[in-house]
């Protein structure tokens, strides 16, 4: 780790109360700001900035900079999107120090409006390997270059900030899966509940009209009978736009995405062994019942089961069958290994489609989660 090279104990400290950032309410901007601020003022830099990188793209889209004034900002007008010197912490992520940026081969000048800079510190911030952004400083006091110090104490912060845009980026997946969830719930409900009732109140109406005898009641309920039917026409297109909204694509790749976001809760990568093809849209309801089940399992085993391993293995033929099996503690009476786990969840969203759930201990220790339902033809991939 970077501050291992911090001999400092003042600096130390202080790096470790901002470090501690990451656990605060502020927002993701919030956070990258201040980690910019205390980045320059622990090193003496004048200026700081951080640019985090667009996933679409690969340049550097938010950009967050500290030192420069109102009307600098203004002036400088569009941010950078990690060109010259900038560039080379984005195509080979290791730091960069310079003492002349104007001397470097890889300057190309600044940008009219811009204050001169001369010293540089560039750190790029990875967090397991993965590259979110670069965060630089500037203009160190008394023109002194940035030392290795310097480069370890800003490493640790740019570690810091790569932890919270990976959070932040992991929180919007789970919204994004939970809004996917509320839409199939919905839908089931305009479904099963609202449609049912409208039709029905349709006949009753309907049979109550055709024993009126005044000629203008019996057409004002013929009116609401046509009004109730163009409701449900309205309710139904409803129901298929958002059973529309659903990903289509595989829904194995969806797997997939849920259990990079619950990496870092485990604090390592799942063994994902995944086999046979299930379109996404082949049925809506099931997606979202999947993807909650390799939510909460995974979930789980970061919470409760010490894990070192946890592999999730899924097969799609005329069931779907889903496992996941961790190497932790096993279940342990008393210890939540129970409903606390949120087992009841899983076993409704098994019984939802006529499945099931278990729960053991395999002879080699741990945990084995086990969850199946019946596949229809148009569950799988090309069925």
């Not at 310079?98 to 811009?114: C, E, N, T, Y």
């Not at 002194?144 to 490493?155: C, R, Y």
């Not at 929180?171 to 099963?192: F, G, Y």
Request: hydrophobic letters at 40%.
């Amino acid at each position: 780790m970077p501050f291992r090279r911090i001999d400092d104990p003042s600096r130390l400290q202080r790096l470790i109360q901002a470090v501690m950032l990451i656990e605060s309410d502020l927002s993701l901007d919030g956070i990258l700001r201040r980690l910019v601020e205390e980045a320059c003022d622990m090193t003496g830099a004048r200026y700081g900035a951080l640019g985090v990188i667009d996933i679409e793209t690969g340049d550097l889209g938010q950009f967050v900079t500290v030192g420069l004034t109102d009307d600098e900002e203004r002036a400088i007008g569009a941010r950078p999107t990690g060109r010259g010197v900038l560039g080379l912490v984005t195509a080979d992520p290791v730091p960069v120090r310079i003492d002349d940026l104007a001397a470097h081969p890889a300057g190309v000048g600044f940008p009219p409006g811009h204050p001169p800079m001369t010293t540089f510190l560039g750190v790029p911030i990875t967090v397991r390997g993965d590259v979110y952004g670069n965060l630089y400083l500037t203009d160190r006091d008394g023109g002194d270059p940035f030392d290795e110090e310097d480069e370890a104490l800003v490493a640790t912060l740019g570690l810091a900030a790569g932890i919270a845009i990976e959070n932040a980026r992991m929180h919007t997946r789970i919204s994004e899966l939970n809004l996917l969830e509320d839409r199939d719930r919905i839908a089931r409900d305009l479904h099963d509940t609202v449609i049912q009732r409208l039709f029905a109140i349709g006949l009753g109406v309907q049979g109550v009209a055709s024993t009126v005898e005044r000629a203008d009641l019996a057409e004002r309920l013929d009116r609401v009978v046509d009004d109730l039917d163009a409701t449900i026409r309205t309710i139904r297109a409803t129901i298929f736009d958002l059973e529309e909204a659903l990903d289509h694509r595989d829904l194995w790749e969806l797997v997939v995405d849920v259990a990079t976001e619950i990496v870092p809760l485990l604090g390592f990568e799942p063994d994902l062994d995944l086999a046979g093809g299930v379109d996404a849209a082949g049925n809506p309801s099931l997606v979202p019942d999947v993807l909650a089940v390799v939510r909460e399992a995974l979930t789980n085993v970061a919470k409760h089961a010490h894990a070192t391993r946890v592999v999730v293995s899924a097969r799609a033929g005329r069931t779907l069958e889903l496992t996941v099996t961790d190497d932790g503690t096993g279940i342990v009476p008393g210890a939540g290994g129970g409903g606390g786990l949120g087992l009841a969840n899983l076993q409704r969203r098994a019984e939802r489609h006529g499945g099931s759930l278990s729960i053991d201990q395999p002879d080699s220790g741990g945990t084995r989660l086990a969850w199946s339902v019946p596949l229809t033809g148009g569950h799988r991939a090309g069925g």
